[in-house]
């Protein structure tokens, strides 16, 4: 009995697709000191083979003045954590001229990857984002403001269709 019943499962498990992972996610931590939960934004959330770009979007941040906070990375070879760039960053909803929150690893940002993996099109990755971001203006990033600045710090998971 307990041979058929494992036989019939066996069976029925190879007849079942595998099904992947929808894009989404979710990132968590604090803005400005304060708790913040985030969404990945589908839509504007993809992956090279060499990079990601992740949107994240809450109503706490158009609250505050904000848009939607992208991260963003590049590396050769595997993705393991030693990148050639990483930056983050978030508009702030009307200036003039067009200002953003920012800062990279050259401004000491932390983007730690704490599991990744590729499989069919769909990159799952999860880590930690910690930096403080600097104001400056959008175009060619000038006229930092460093008196006007944002700490954040994130742990994120999410889902990412490969870009097509």
């Known amino acids: 009995m307990l041979r058929s019943a494992i036989a019939a499962f ?3 498990s190879l ?3 595998v099904i992947a992972a929808e894009p989404g996610g979710a990132a968590s931590g604090t803005i400005a000191g304060e708790e913040i939960e985030l969404s990945v934004w589908t839509e504007q959330s993809d992956f090279t083979s060499s990079s990601f770009s992740i949107y994240f979007q809450a109503p706490a941040l158009r609250e505050r003045g904000l848009g939607s906070l992208s991260l963003g990375a ?3 070879g595997d993705l393991d954590g030693d990148f050639l760039s990483a930056e983050i960053d978030i508009p702030i909803l009307d200036t003039d001229p067009y200002r953003i929150y920012r800062t990279d690893l050259d401004d000491e940002l932390s983007l730690t ?3 990744a993996s590729h499989q069919g099109g769909v990159l799952t990755i999860a880590g930690q984002v910690e930096g403080v971001l600097t104001s400056v203006d959008r175009i060619a990033l000038r006229n930092p ?3 006007d600045t944002l700490s954040v710090s994130l742990t994120f998971e999410a889902v990412l269709g490969e870009l097509q």
Do not use: M, Y
């Open 113 to 115: 990857i704490t599991s």
């Open 145 to 147: 403001d460093p008196d």
């Open 74 to 76: 590049e590396w050769i």
């Open 15 to 17: 007849a079942v697709p």
């Open 10 to 12: 066996s069976f029925l």
